[in-house]
C-alpha cells in the first residue's frame, strides 16, 4: 500500500469493523475482533479497553501536583532568581510558560481516553508505523537524560542526609570522577530505588502519585516557613531586587527564558497520551489538566522563588539548588523532614514523567522483544550514560541549553501531531490500522517522509543555531543564532505548517479516489 492521508474536505471514512465506538465518543476495538498481533504489537502498546479507563480528574490533577512540585521544578524558579530575576519576573514567567504548554497538553492528550493508545502509537498515524520510532526514540533520549538529572538531585539528596547522620566518614571520602564515591553509591542507590517501583507497575505508579503530591506540597510550604524565619519575616524575601530591572536587559533574557520554561514540559506534552488513555472521560483529563499543571507549577514557583531570595537574605548568595540549601537545616529533624520531601518529590516526577514514558517508546521500537519492564531498564541505563551531573552543575547550562534544546526538538513533533490529527483527521483514527503492516497507516514501507522533512526543517531551524554548552563549545549554526532563543514555537510553527503543506496532494489525491 502506498502513501495514504484522511481527505481534508469529505466526508469520514466508515469506522473499521474492528472496532466499536461508545455513546461516550470513546473508541475500543471490538469485543468479537482479534486483537492487533505482528510486529508491531504487543500487551504494553495494545488499546486500553474502555473498562479500564479509570483515571479521574483528581487522579490527573494528583498526577501533575506529584510532577509539578519537584526539585526539578523548584530549580525552574530559583535558577531564574539566580541568574538575576526577582520573585515577580521569576512567577510571570513560569506562569506564563505553563499556560502556553497547557494547550498542546490537552490537544495531543484528547487521544488518549478516546482511543487508549500511547504516545508512540499515536504518533503512528502522522509519522507511519516504522516512521513513529523516529519521535518516539528522540522524547525517550530527552527523558533519559532528565531521569539521570532527577536521579542525580535524589542521590545528593541521600548524600548529604547520610552526611549529617554519619559525619565527616561519609562526606570526606576518596573522589572519584571530580565527586566523593559516597556520592556515587547515593545516585546508585536511588537509581535502584526507582527501577524497583517501576517494575511493579501502572498501578503502583498511580497509587505513589496520589499521596506523595499532598506531602510534597506540605514539605515546600515548611521550607517557606523555615526560610522566613531565618530572614526575619516575609518582608527579606519579597524585597530582594531584580538585577536586571524591567527594561531591555529583563526582556533579552526572557524569551529564552520562557522557552525553557516551555521545554520544561515539552516532554509531557507529547506522551501525554501514555497517561490519557488510562482516563475515564475526556472531561477527566481535561479539567484535571487544567487544574493541576499551571496553577500548581506557579504555586510551586512562588515557593521556590521565595525561599531562594530568603537564601540570598540570609546567606548572601541565591541558593539555587534546593538539596544543598536544605542540608543547612540546623536540626537533625528538620534536615531529615527537608531532605526526604526532596526525595519523594524526585521519585515522584522521576517515575512518572521519565521511566514510564521512555519504557512504551523503547518497547515500540521492537515489540515484540522489548517490554515494558525492559524499555524502564535501558532508560535508567542509557541516563547514566548521558552523564546528568555535568547538565546539571549551572543554572546557565540547565536553563539555557539543556530546556532549549529540548523544547526546540519537542515543540517540531509537537507541531506535527497536533496539524495531523487535529486538522487533517478530525480527531478520527482507525485503532486496528495503527498495528496493521500494510494498513492506512502503513505510508512507503512504514515512513512518511513528509513527516520526517518536517522534523528535520523545524529541528534545524529550531536549534541549529543553540549554544551547546557545556556539552560542546560553539554553535553549529550561528547564523540561526537569533531563531535559537525562541526554539519552542520556531520548530512547533513550521514543522506544523510544512507537515500540512506537504500531505495536501496527498489529500487532494484521496478525495479524488472517493
Known amino acids: 500500500m502506498t502513501d495514504t492521508a484522511p481527505p481534508a474536505a469529505t466526508p469520514p471514512p466508515p469506522p473499521s469493523p474492528g472496532q466499536v465506538t461508545l455513546p461516550d465518543g470513546r473508541v475500543e476495538l471490538a469485543p468479537d475482533a482479534p486483537p492487533p498481533d505482528g510486529r508491531y504489537a504487543n500487551a504494553d502498546l495494545l488499546p486500553v479497553p474502555a473498562a479500564g479507563r479509570t483515571w479521574t480528574t483528581y ?12 526539585t526539578a521544578s523548584w530549580t525552574l524558579a530559583s535558577g531564574l532568581i539566580a541568574v538575576g530575576m526577582d520573585w515577580k519576573q521569576a512567577v510571570f514567567t513560569i506562569a506564563l510558560a505553563n499556560l502556553i504548554v497547557l494547550a498542546p497538553m490537552l490537544l495531543t492528550g484528547h487521544a488518549g481516553p478516546k482511543y487508549g493508545i500511547p504516545f508512540p502509537v499515536f504518533a503512528r498515524s502522522s509519522f507511519g508505523i516504522r516512521g513513529a520510532n523516529l519521535p518516539a526514540v528522540v522524547r ?44 556515587w553509591l547515593s545516585f546508585a542507590l536511588f537509581w535502584a530505588l526507582q527501577v524497583a517501583i517501576i517494575f511493579r507497575g501502572m498501578e503502583t505508579v498511580r497509587r505513589f502519585e496520589n499521596w506523595a ?39 533579552k533574557l526572557f524569551g529564552p527564558a520562557l522557552m525553557g520554561m516551555i521545554g520544561f514540559w515539552s516532554t509531557l506534552s507529547l506522551n501525554i497520551p501514555d497517561f490519557t ?5 475526556q472531561r477527566a ?29 540570609v546567606y548572601g548568595e541565591a541558593i539555587w539548588d534546593p538539596v544543598r540549601l536544605a542540608a543547612k537545616v540546623d ?36 515489540p515484540r522483544r522489548v517490554s515494558f519492564r525492559t524499555g524502564a531498564l535501558a532508560t535508567a541505563v542509557i541516563a547514566v550514560l548521558i552523564m546528568p551531573w555535568r547538565l546539571y552543575q549551572d543554572p546557565q547550562g540547565y536553563i539555557f541549553t539543556w530546556l532549549g534544546l529540548v523544547a526546540g526538538l519537542l515543540g517540531t513533533v509537537a507541531g506535527i501531531l497536533i496539524a495531523d490529527y487535529w486538522i487533517l483527521r ?12 500494510g494498513g492506512p497507516y502503513w505510508y512507503s514501507r512504514g515512513w512518511n517522509w513528509r ?64
Not at 487522579?59 to 519537584?70: K, P, Q, R
Not at 479539567?287 to 493541576?292: D, N
Open 331 to 366: 536540626s537533625a529533624v528538620g534536615l531529615l523532614f527537608a531532605l526526604v520531601t526532596v526525595l519523594v518529590a524526585t521519585l515522584s516526577v522521576n517515575i512518572a514523567a521519565n521511566l514510564v514514558s521512555p519504557s512504551f517508546d523503547f518497547s515500540n521500537v521492537a
Open 285 to 313: 483529563q481535561t479539567w484535571g489538566q487544567a487544574l493541576g499543571l499551571p496553577t500548581t507549577m506557579t504555586l510551586f514557583a512562588f515557593l521556590s522563588v521565595m525561599v531562594t531570595s530568603g537564601s540570598q537574605a
Open 277 to 281: 488513555r488510562y482516563g475515564k472521560s
Open 213 to 251: 503530591a499532598p506531602f510534597v506540597l506540605v514539605g515546600a510550604f515548611v521550607m517557606l516557613w523555615w526560610m522566613s524565619d531565618k530572614a526575619g519575616g516575609f518582608g527579606p524575601l519579597l524585597d530582594q531586587p531584580s538585577k536586571l530591572g524591567w527594561d531591555a536587559d529583563f526582556w
Open 451 to 514: 513527516a520526517v522533512v518536517a522534523f528535520l526543517t523545524g529541528g534545524v531551524l529550531a536549534v541549529g543555531g543553540a549554544d551547546f554548552a557545556p556539552l560542546v563549545e560553539g554553535r553549529p549554526l550561528p547564523a540561526l543564532s537569533g531563531l535559537a532563543d525562541y526554539g519552542w514555537a520556531v520548530g512547533l510553527g513550521t514543522a506544523m505548517l510544512l507537515y500540512l503543506l506537504l500531505m495536501l496532494p496527498v489529500a487532494a489525491r484521496r478525495r479524488e479516489q472517493g
Open 59 to 70: 487522579n490527573f490533577s494528583a498526577l501533575w501536583v506529584g510532577m509539578a512540585h519537584n
Open 140 to 183: 525517550a533520549l530527552v527523558a533519559c537524560g532528565w531521569f539521570g538529572i532527577q536521579t542525580w538531585i535524589g542521590g545528593e539528596a541521600i548524600y548529604f542526609l547520610a552526611g549529617k547522620l554519619i559525619g565527616e566518614g561519609w562526606t570526606d571520602t576518596a573522589s572519584v570522577g571530580g565527586h566523593p564515591w559516597t556520592l
Open 426 to 437: 478530525r480527531t478520527r483514527l482507525d485503532l486496528p490500522g495503527l498495528y496493521w503492516e
